[in-house]
Protein backbone atom coordinates (compact mmCIF):
# COMPACT_ATOMS: atom_id res chain seq x y z
CA UNK A 1 0.00 0.00 0.00
CA UNK A 2 1.04 3.39 -0.67
CA UNK A 3 2.27 5.85 1.54
CA UNK A 4 0.52 8.96 0.31
CA UNK A 5 -2.66 6.73 0.48
CA UNK A 6 -2.33 5.57 4.12
CA UNK A 7 -1.63 9.16 5.02
CA UNK A 8 -4.63 10.00 3.31
CA UNK A 9 -6.90 7.11 4.74
CA UNK A 10 -6.19 7.82 7.67
CA UNK A 11 -7.55 11.72 7.36
CA UNK A 12 -10.36 10.61 5.54
CA UNK A 13 -11.27 8.09 8.25
CA UNK A 14 -10.58 11.06 11.20
CA UNK A 15 -12.66 13.41 9.35
CA UNK A 16 -15.58 11.33 8.68
CA UNK A 17 -16.02 9.84 12.54
CA UNK A 18 -15.27 13.19 13.63
CA UNK A 19 -18.03 15.14 11.74
CA UNK A 20 -20.46 11.73 12.52
CA UNK A 21 -19.52 11.75 16.26
CA UNK A 22 -19.49 16.08 16.07
CA UNK A 23 -23.07 16.22 14.42
CA UNK A 24 -24.70 13.67 16.86
CA UNK A 25 -23.46 15.76 19.65
CA UNK A 26 -24.60 19.35 18.11
CA UNK A 27 -28.73 18.90 18.87
CA UNK A 28 -27.97 18.26 22.60
CA UNK A 29 -24.96 20.78 23.14
CA UNK A 30 -27.22 23.21 21.51
CA UNK A 31 -30.06 23.07 23.72
CA UNK A 32 -27.58 22.80 26.92
CA UNK A 33 -25.69 26.30 25.04
CA UNK A 34 -29.61 27.97 24.50
CA UNK A 35 -29.96 27.15 28.21
CA UNK A 36 -26.52 28.57 29.58
CA UNK A 37 -26.34 31.52 26.60
CA UNK A 38 -29.50 33.15 26.64
CA UNK A 39 -29.96 33.92 23.45
CA UNK A 40 -29.82 31.78 20.36
CA UNK A 41 -27.03 33.88 18.85
CA UNK A 42 -25.18 32.92 21.24
CA UNK A 43 -25.89 29.07 21.56
CA UNK A 44 -25.38 29.19 18.12
CA UNK A 45 -21.96 30.38 17.73
CA UNK A 46 -20.41 28.85 20.42
CA UNK A 47 -21.79 25.24 19.19
CA UNK A 48 -20.52 26.18 15.99
CA UNK A 49 -17.24 26.62 17.55
CA UNK A 50 -17.45 23.35 19.65
CA UNK A 51 -17.85 21.45 16.52
CA UNK A 52 -15.15 23.15 14.73
CA UNK A 53 -13.27 22.12 17.66
CA UNK A 54 -14.41 18.65 17.66
CA UNK A 55 -13.23 18.05 13.76
CA UNK A 56 -10.48 20.23 13.75
CA UNK A 57 -8.46 19.13 16.60
CA UNK A 58 -7.98 15.21 15.37
CA UNK A 59 -7.56 16.52 11.96
CA UNK A 60 -4.07 18.13 13.40
CA UNK A 61 -3.22 15.02 15.43
CA UNK A 62 -3.67 13.35 11.55
CA UNK A 63 -1.57 15.75 9.88
CA UNK A 64 1.21 15.24 11.77
CA UNK A 65 1.27 11.18 10.94
CA UNK A 66 3.92 10.06 8.78
CA UNK A 67 3.24 6.77 7.81
CA UNK A 68 6.52 3.82 7.23
CA UNK A 69 5.37 1.11 6.65
CA UNK A 70 5.03 -0.64 3.30
CA UNK A 71 3.27 -4.31 4.10
CA UNK A 72 -0.42 -3.98 3.67
CA UNK A 73 -0.85 -6.03 7.45
CA UNK A 74 2.12 -3.43 9.12
CA UNK A 75 0.10 -0.75 7.27
CA UNK A 76 -2.74 -1.60 8.58
CA UNK A 77 -1.79 -1.53 11.94
CA UNK A 78 -0.29 1.33 11.82
CA UNK A 79 -3.45 3.02 10.32
CA UNK A 80 -4.97 2.02 12.91
CA UNK A 81 -2.71 3.30 15.86
CA UNK A 82 -3.00 6.86 14.00
CA UNK A 83 -6.78 6.53 13.99
CA UNK A 84 -6.54 6.11 17.65
CA UNK A 85 -4.57 9.36 18.64
CA UNK A 86 -6.81 11.11 16.15
CA UNK A 87 -10.02 10.00 18.20
CA UNK A 88 -7.92 10.73 21.65
CA UNK A 89 -7.81 14.30 19.79
CA UNK A 90 -11.31 14.29 19.52
CA UNK A 91 -11.83 12.89 23.41
CA UNK A 92 -9.55 16.07 24.39
CA UNK A 93 -11.49 18.66 22.54
CA UNK A 94 -14.70 16.94 23.71
CA UNK A 95 -13.66 16.78 27.70
CA UNK A 96 -12.18 20.48 27.48
CA UNK A 97 -15.74 21.83 26.13
CA UNK A 98 -17.47 19.43 28.72
CA UNK A 99 -15.32 21.28 31.64
CA UNK A 100 -16.31 24.51 30.28
CA UNK A 101 -19.73 23.93 30.03
CA UNK A 102 -19.82 22.24 33.69
CA UNK A 103 -17.98 25.10 34.99
CA UNK A 104 -20.69 27.90 33.11
CA UNK A 105 -23.13 25.76 34.13
CA UNK A 106 -22.47 25.47 37.73
CA UNK A 107 -21.75 29.56 37.99
CA UNK A 108 -24.76 30.16 35.66
CA UNK A 109 -27.29 32.23 37.95
CA UNK A 110 -30.85 30.47 38.09
CA UNK A 111 -34.44 32.10 38.16
CA UNK A 112 -35.26 31.55 41.79
CA UNK A 113 -38.82 30.23 42.28
CA UNK A 114 -41.34 33.12 43.58
CA UNK A 115 -43.62 31.69 46.21
CA UNK A 116 -47.34 32.56 45.39
CA UNK A 117 -48.89 34.96 47.75
Given at each position: ???I????????????????????????????????????????????????????????????????A??????????????????????????????????????????????G?
Amino acid sequence: MNTILIYLAQLIVTLLACLGLAAYIRPHLRRVLADLCGTEERALFWTVFSNLMLVVMPVIFGLGFVPVAETSPAAFFELADQLRWNLLGFIFSLVCIAGAVAFFAMVAPRPTKQQGG
